[in-house]
């Protein structure tokens, strides 16, 4: 499997290349440090997955992922971004990435969004949905949960981990990872990240949405 990993700082490139081997050995990484790089990159082979951050030396916000999205035949591109970014999530999300990455995020929430990207590559389906399963098909399991459990996969859906779920729904932490397991089995998802992709559709995307690919702390 290809996959280009573009960013401006060495170490952060470094980084991600350590998530992508811990996730999996022989799989073939470049390294890019500008757009201009990355394109002649992409100009000469076809990569799976490109880990794009979007602030780099020659170019700048969201005309970096619109250079890489709007390639012909693109990869499947995962967003970085970091603290001093302003680009809203909402906006980001709108396009055709498949992923956010948060680059403060914990390296085991990291890896978990990038091993699901990586399993979506290798089985042919797009990130943004479960295997096998369609919006008319969802549509009922999701309608057929309790009201709280509805209230859970929308914070799930938003990004939130099980701590601020329960805050927000004044639950105990531990009532919230029961809710979140069962609302993974009737859903047929194997992770967070597949839930909250798989029951996203059903609550719209809301400019203020706080919506990630969430970590497994459930």
């Not at 790089?37 to 619109?66: C, I, R, W």
């Not at 194997?190 to 809301?206: D, E, K, V, W, Y």
Request: glycine fraction near 6%.
């Amino acid at each position: 499997m290809q996959i280009l990993v573009v960013d401006r700082y060495p170490l952060l490139r470094l980084g991600l290349k350590a998530c992508l081997n811990r996730i999996r050995n022989g799989l073939e990484v470049d390294e890019a440090s500008t757009l201009s790089e990355a394109q002649a990159f992409l100009d000469k082979k076809h990569y799976h997955l490109v880990v794009l951050s979007l602030n780099l030396p020659d170019s700048a916000g969201m005309d970096t992922a619109t250079a890489v999205l709007a390639r012909p035949s693109p990869p499947d591109v995962a967003i970085c971004t970091g603290q001093g970014d302003e680009y809203p999530q909402a906006v980001i999300l709108e396009t055709a990435a498949r992923a956010l990455i948060r680059k403060d995020w914990p390296l085991e929430r990291i890896v978990d969004v990038l091993s699901f990207l990586l399993r979506g590559i290798d089985s042919g389906e797009r990130v943004s949905n479960g295997p096998d399963v369609t919006d008319d098909k969802l549509s009922p399991v999701i309608a057929s949960l309790s009201p709280r459990r509805r209230e859970v996969l929308e914070f799930l859906c938003r990004g939130y981990r099980n701590k601020e779920i329960a805050r927000a729904l004044h639950l105990e932490e531990n009532t919230v990872k029961v809710h979140v397991r069962y609302i993974m089995r009737r859903l047929g998802a194997t992770s967070r990240t597949q839930a909250a992709l798989m029951g996203r559709p059903a609550f719209g995307q809301a400019s203020d949405a706080k919506w990630d690919l969430p970590s497994k702390d459930c």
